[in-house]
């Protein structure tokens, strides 16, 4: 298809292929939204500790930062769609294994085992997927197609949750467990029919794989983020970010369970409402940085972030926490939308998977650390004290892009200078 002035007039709804994906992605995100649930409560059943949500989350989230390592290295030397159906087809399998396991009884080594490997093959998935949106779409239509990927996602992590919390409440989380394991094979059915077009001419001649290490590959995408100021001040805002959010999900659902004297019902309800938050965000991303630029943007995104966070730790009910969550989860989509979008931009196409995975590699280090601490925490001295101070901690992250090169980043300004950039370093 060219990528001529006609596509990107076009809607996207009726661009087959991107529908395609659009459809297989979307289904796959219902899934996950009950492992999103089903997990946790798996956990909190069987040992009551919201520090051993912890301890699962930072293994899974560490086994996801290694991955990430070579992610990108796969993703540029690889087919991208065989890539993101094989991630998928292992999750199938591996997380199939948690409910026949358990009709033995709680097995909780075994979600060691599994959720780590399911999180590196998830981490692959992700690049692959981030990068294959370039291929997708024109590139004015970049930040357009993943905010409707998003808003998808978000609207069927709406009904998720709430299903995932009727039937985990009525038959057990590792119902929803099978049913997030069903979820892979429809989005894995669904990329088969998926086909992706080829860079732009040019492009990655001068950049083919295969040449170097492996560590010298991934270090060419560390040092394209580092030699961008915008991408080098995201990334190391947003480890700070990440440290301080990782185990939010963990911490919310000790939350509504222990202190609101919530059910599996609840937690399900809570989360699916949020997620309308998302939706939300991904609505407004588009407008917002067309009318407003990058940089305004994105530190807004996340000053609200942490106004949220601190509001959770404050309020005692859980309709508050409800709308709370939502807000939340907006500024979280508009600020991940925005960074995701303008990688995309400046990215070279042959370059884009190193990029991608060092910068997920580098600000999602701090993660698994972070959410030991924010569920040890939690368990000690309260969630409201662990709230005020990781809320306070993001909202320090949106004020810090006001002394970065972030504040001054728009929208087209900053692409232009950054492919100028990378040609020159090139060049060089």
């Known amino acids: 298809m060219s990528r001529g002035a006609d596509p990107v007039r076009r809607p996207l709804w009726r661009d087959r292929n991107f529908g395609a994906y659009w459809v297989a992605q979307s289904l796959s995100a219902a899934g996950d939204s009950f492992a999103y649930i089903a997990v946790p409560l798996l956990v909190l059943h069987a040992t009551g500790s919201v520090a051993q949500m912890g301890l699962l989350t930072a293994a899974a989230g560490a086994a996801s930062v290694g991955a990430g390592i070579f992610g990108g290295i796969l993703v540029d030397r690889y087919d991208r769609r065989t890539l993101m159906i094989a991630a998928d087809l292992a999750r199938l399998v591996l997380y199939s294994l948690i409910p026949l396991a358990w009709l033995g009884g709680p097995q909780i080594w075994l ?42 996602y978000a609207a069927a992590a709406v009904g998720g ?68 100021p915008v991408l080098r001040s995201l990334t190391i805002l947003l480890s700070v970010f990440i440290f301080l959010t990782y185990g939010f999900t963990d911490v919310l659902v000790y939350h509504v369970k222990h202190d609101l004297g919530g059910s599996d019902g609840t937690v399900g309800t809570v989360l699916g409402l949020a997620a309308l938050g998302t939706i939300v965000g991904a609505l407004l991303v588009a407008p917002l940085r067309r009318r407003r630029g990058f940089g305004i943007t994105w530190i807004g995104a996340h000053t609200v972030c942490g106004l949220a966070i601190v509001g959770i730790g404050l309020v005692g009910d859980v309709r508050g926490v409800t709308v709370l969550t939502a807000v939340y989860l907006c500024g979280l989509s508009v600020g991940g939308i925005c960074s995701m979008s303008l990688r995309q931009e400046i990215t070279p196409d042959h370059l884009l998977g190193r990029v991608t995975s060092a910068f997920w590699s580098t600000h999602y280090a701090l993660g698994p650390a972070g959410a030991a601490v924010l569920t040890w925490a939690a368990g000690r001295y309260g969630v409201t004290a662990v709230a005020l101070v990781a809320g306070a901690g993001c909202l320090l992250v949106g004020i810090s892009g006001l002394f970065t090169p972030i504040r001054r980043a728009g929208s087209e300004p900053v692409v232009h200078r950054a492919v100028q950039q990378a040609a020159t370093s090139q060049a060089s």
């Not at 979600?111 to 399911?118: D, E, K, Q, R, S």
């Not at 998926?194 to 991934?218: H, I, K, M, T, Y």
């Open 111 to 152: 979600l060691f085992v599994v959720l780590p490997i399911c999180e590196a093959a998830g981490m692959v998935f992700q690049v692959a997927a981030v990068t294959a949106v370039r291929n997708l779409v024109d590139r004015p239509r970049i930040t357009e197609a993943n905010g409707r990927l998003q808003a998808t």
């Open 161 to 228: 949750p709430l299903l995932a919390g009727v039937v985990s409440a009525r038959f057990g989380p590792t119902a929803a467990i099978a049913i997030n394991a069903a979820s892979f094979a429809l989005s894995a059915a669904g990329l088969w029919l998926v086909r992706l077009r080829r860079p732009d001419e040019g492009e990655g001649a001068d950049g083919a794989v295969g040449r170097e290490s492996r560590l010298a590959e991934f270090l060419a995408g560390a040092r394209f983020l580092w030699r961008q």
